[in-house]
Nanobody, 122 residues
C-alpha cells in the first residue's frame, strides 16, 4: 500500500493549487482517503477526507468553502483543490487512509506517504 502526494508549490495569497494523492495497493472503493497538513512547529491536522462508499466529503472549519476534495476511481487518485489560499495554509500536505469519523485524529490514520510542500507567500 502506497500513497504519494504531489502538486505543491509556491503560490501568492488568494491563489489556487491542486494536490494529487496517487494510491497504489488498494482501490478507492474500499478505503477512505484524507488530506492532512503540518506547518513548522505545529502538530499535524486533518484538512479534508472523502469516504469510501458514497464519496461523502468532510472538511476542517479552517478550509470550508475554499478547499474541495474529489476522487477519480479510474485513476485511483484523490485530489484537493485549494482556492483562496492564505499564508496560514502554508504546510507540508500529506494523504493517508483511515476512518472519516476521526479526521481530527491523525494518529488513527495510516499508510502516510511523502508529503508535498505548499507555500503561500507574496
Amino acid at each position: 500500500v502506497q500513497l504519494q502526494a504531489s502538486g505543491g508549490g509556491l503560490v501568492q495569497p488568494g491563489g489556487s493549487l491542486r494536490l494529487s494523492c496517487a494510491v497504489s495497493g488498494f482501490t478507492l472503493d474500499y478505503h477512505a482517503i484524507g488530506w492532512f497538513r503540518q506547518a513548522p512547529g505545529k502538530e499535524r491536522e486533518g484538512v479534508s477526507c472523502i469516504s469510501r462508499s458514497d464519496g461523502r466529503t468532510y472538511y476542517a472549519d479552517s478550509v470550508k468553502g475554499r478547499f474541495t476534495i474529489s476522487r477519480d476511481n479510474a485513476k485511483n487518485t484523490v485530489y484537493l483543490q485549494m482556492n483562496s489560499l492564505k499564508p496560514e495554509d502554508t504546510a507540508v500536505y500529506y494523504c493517508a487512509t483511515g476512518p472519516v469519523q476521526l479526521l481530527s485524529h491523525p494518529s488513527f490514520w495510516r499508510s502516510w506517504g511523502q508529503g508535498t510542500l505548499v507555500t503561500v507567500s507574496s
